[in-house]
């Protein structure tokens, strides 16, 4: 699963990276929680890419009560064509998420340890999302997304069973097309990361919703000894 992550790069390396503008002046985030406005790209049908802050947490566009995003965070690739909140969102509302790190917990003697995963020497990424809109009563519109999950990779096992979707860049515009209906190919998107990825233990302020500072994705030391094969 994914219940926090960071994206602490300038916009400028986030818009040349996703060949989409970014003019936002956000600040940089090292503790991103549910619930709260995330940078998402999606693609519209003249294959254009475009930038929007939406709400973490899909709220589908049937729901009667919008607090159901906080049960939507993230969805399980193994029954995203089946799941009412997903389905119709896999077809044609899928989007990017960048990030260029995520946070998961593992359970020490004393407490649980948060520990921050990075892919390659800590490059940006995008995890695989979906998208909708949701209209309340008065006419007020919010759009929310959610992360896909799948199974974890060996950099993940030891502490969780589960980890966001991570996609190679070469899947980007497949993934982000509209006019793709063919659950087949965006399902053979879903699957666990294989490429080189590196994790390190970080402060437990990172627990913390209101924490979001560069301390949270600081290395710090633990009593978990390192396991050489994930460590870098």
Same mark, same amino acid.
């Given at each position: 699963?994914?219940?926090?992550?960071?994206?602490?790069?300038?916009?400028?390396?986030?818009?040349?990276?996703?060949?989409?503008?970014?003019?936002?002046?956000?600040?940089?985030?090292?503790?991103?929680?549910?619930?709260?406005?995330?940078?998402?790209?999606?693609?519209?049908?003249?294959?254009?890419?475009?930038?929007?802050?939406?709400?973490?947490?899909?709220i589908p566009s049937w729901a009667? $009560?919008?607090? &159901?995003?906080?049960?939507?965070?993230?969805?399980? /690739?193994? !029954? *995203?064509? =089946? @799941?009412?909140?997903?389905?119709?969102?896999?077809?044609?509302?899928?989007?990017?998420?960048?990030?260029?790190?995520?946070?998961?917990?593992?359970?020490?003697?004393?407490?649980?340890?948060?520990?921050?995963?990075?892919?390659?020497?800590?490059?940006?990424?995008?995890?695989?999302?979906?998208? $909708?809109?949701? &209209?309340?009563?008065?006419?007020?519109?919010?759009? /929310?997304? !959610? *992360?896909? =999950? @799948?199974?974890?990779?060996?950099?993940?096992?030891?502490?969780?069973?589960?980890?966001?979707?991570?996609?190679?860049?070469?899947?980007?515009?497949?993934?982000?097309?509209?006019?793709l209906r063919d659950n087949r190919?965006?399902?053979?998107?879903?699957?666990?990361?294989?490429?080189?990825?590196?994790?390190?233990?970080?402060?437990?302020?990172?627990?913390?919703?209101? /924490?979001?500072?560069?301390?949270?994705?600081?290395?710090?030391?633990?009593?978990?000894?390192?396991?050489?094969?994930?460590?870098?």
């Amino acid at each position: 699963m994914c219940v926090r992550y960071r994206l602490s790069r300038r916009k400028q390396i986030i818009a040349e990276h996703f060949d989409a503008p970014f003019d936002d002046d956000r600040e940089l985030r090292y503790n991103i929680a549910p619930s709260q406005p995330v940078p998402v790209i999606r693609q519209t049908a003249n294959s254009v890419r475009e930038l929007s802050l939406m709400r973490w947490g899909l709220i589908p566009s049937w729901a009667t $009560d919008p607090s &159901i995003g906080f049960k939507t965070i993230n969805a399980r /690739s193994e !029954t *995203i064509t =089946t @799941t009412a909140s997903f389905r119709d969102p896999f077809r044609t509302q899928r989007c990017l998420i960048p990030s260029d790190g995520f946070y998961e917990w593992a359970q020490s003697r004393k407490n649980k340890q948060p520990y921050c995963f990075e892919v390659g020497d800590g490059e940006i990424f995008a995890f695989a999302g979906l998208w $909708d809109r949701w &209209i309340d009563p008065h006419g007020k519109e919010i759009e /929310s997304c !959610t *992360i896909i =999950t @799948t199974r974890a990779n060996v950099y993940l096992s030891d502490i969780h069973d589960r980890m966001p979707v991570i996609l190679p860049s070469g899947a980007y515009s497949s993934w982000l097309d509209p006019a793709l209906r063919d659950n087949r190919i965006a399902m053979g998107w879903l699957v666990r990361y294989a490429g080189a990825m590196r994790r390190y233990a970080v402060s437990t302020r990172t627990k913390q919703v209101q /924490s979001d500072d560069e301390e949270c994705a600081s290395p710090v030391e633990t009593e978990i000894p390192p396991q050489g094969r994930l460590f870098v």
